[in-house]
């Protein structure tokens, strides 16, 4: 069975604290994804890696950096956490290719609240 | 840009129809997906479309137009448990990601 998982589904940090927000995903996929998910916005992408040590900015990567040294992970640092970053992280795997193999797996997300 | 415009809410009765509309950018257009979303929970995979025409499964189906950049999602026999969020997202031809749409988030009524 496909699986994703998040390091955490709640988190709660302070301002300008560095976060770590890990992603696990068992299905031998090449791509993965950090989105962010605020009411009214949809999922925005944040960054997004196609293999290992290779990264690609997504639509908002201010105030974000990724991390992929294994295939299976891929982490999402928040260098100094602040108030706008509170919201729903999620992260996503694929497999490389084209068509219906696009499909994108979803952990259950992370609920950041910045205080 | 890659705009995708959906309904922000819409409202059904159980048991009813509804159609959930999605109009993107047609330009490099290559694929799109509709993913459910509960609240509280990861999207899951509904339908995948990238030739003009409709997709059925069971209850749900999905229709793509190219030329004209859009898109629905046909529910039939609506369930209380069909209450979520619908989210369409446009893959294009030169990446491996997509771009989602702000989603439609459904209300079914007894």
């Known amino acids: 069975d496909v699986k994703v998982t998040q390091s955490s589904r709640y988190l709660v940090k302070r301002t300008g604290e560095k976060v770590f927000l890990e992603c696990v995903q068992d299905?031998?996929?090449?791509?993965m994804f950090w989105y962010r998910q605020d009411p009214g916005l949809g999922l925005r992408l944040i960054y997004f890696?196609?293999?290992?040590?290779?990264?690609e900015k997504g639509d908002i990567p201010e105030g974000y950096s990724v991390s992929r040294e294994k295939k299976e992970r891929f982490s999402l640092i928040l260098e100094s956490a602040s108030t706008n970053q509170t919201s729903m992280y999620l992260c996503?795997?694929?497999?490389f290719g084209q068509g219906r193999l696009n499909e994108q797996y979803f952990g259950p997300g992370t609920r950041l609240t910045v205080t | 840009g890659q705009n995708i415009d959906q309904p922000t809410e819409m409202t059904a009765t159980e048991g009813a129809i509804v159609q959930i509309n999605c109009t993107y950018q047609?330009?490099?257009?290559?694929?799109l997906f509709w993913y459910q979303q509960h609240a509280g929970e990861a999207p899951t995979f509904l339908s995948y479309?990238?030739?003009?025409g409709l997709e059925e499964k069971g209850r749900f189906s999905s229709f793509l137009s190219r030329s004209k950049g859009y898109s629905y999602l046909l529910l039939k026999e609506l369930q209380m448990k069909d209450s979520a969020s619908y989210l369409c997202?446009?893959?294009?031809?030169?990446?491996?990601?997509?771009?989602f749409g702000p989603g439609t988030r459904l209300s079914v009524l007894p």
């Open positions: 890696s196609y293999d290992v040590k290779m990264k």
């Open positions: 997202a446009r893959r294009d031809n030169y990446g491996q990601n997509f771009v």
């Open positions: 047609t330009s490099g257009f290559n694929g």
């Open positions: 299905m031998d996929h090449e791509n």
């Open positions: 996503a795997s694929s497999l």
């Open positions: 479309n990238v030739l003009d």
